[in-house]
């Protein structure tokens, strides 16, 4: 074979190879609605002129919920656990991409008043929201937790 016949099989094949180079293309497995999964969730209503508490901090697999009065030197506590399909439950109810839109509101425990909050982890970040039930707009996923909640919660905690 010529030297001049060579030089274009050779450019033909660096052109093919390439080209199947490029079009091989790598496909990603996406989860559905939570890129980031959550670790934990606290909520927490504490204030009130009697100096009142209820703390709830919900894991993967446990509940463990406290409450009591500070006036009255009472203070409750109790464990539980938690089956993964409760779990899945109660975090559905977040979308953690739009929990950033979240908007907190001032505390009222200097009036007397009883403050609600949030505490949502993740790997990445932590959520912490102030009775937020004033954003009316993004409130709706906190509530729908809340309500899940309610579900598993013994009734004395709820």
């Known amino acids: ?3 001049i016949f060579k030089y274009p099989l050779k450019i033909f094949f660096s052109i093919f190879v390439l080209l199947i180079f490029f079009s091989c293309q790598k496909t990603e497995t ?3 609605n939570n890129s980031e999964p959550i670790t934990s969730i606290s909520l927490s209503y504490i204030g009130g002129s ?3 508490y209820k703390i709830i901090k919900v894991t993967k697999d446990s509940i463990h919920a406290e409450r009591g009065n500070t006036t009255n030197n009472v203070h409750q506590q109790k464990s539980l656990t938690l089956d993964p399909k409760a779990w899945k439950e109660l975090t559905a109810s977040f979308d953690v991409k739009s929990l950033d839109k979240i908007e907190s509101s ?5 009036l007397d008043g009883i403050d ?3 505490q949502i982890k993740t ?3 932590s959520y912490i929201y102030v009775n937020s039930y004033n954003d009316t ?3 709706g996923q906190l509530q729908r937790f809340k309500d ?3 579900k598993v919660l013994p009734k004395e905690y709820q």
């Open 148 to 150: 899940q909640l309610e």
């Open 123 to 125: 790997p990445k970040k």
């Open 137 to 139: 707009i993004h409130y």
């Open 106 to 110: 001032a505390s009222i425990q200097s």
């Open 50 to 52: 009697a100096g009142n």
């Open 1 to 3: 074979m010529s030297a």
């Open 30 to 32: 996406k989860t559905q």
């Open 116 to 118: 609600e909050t949030f």
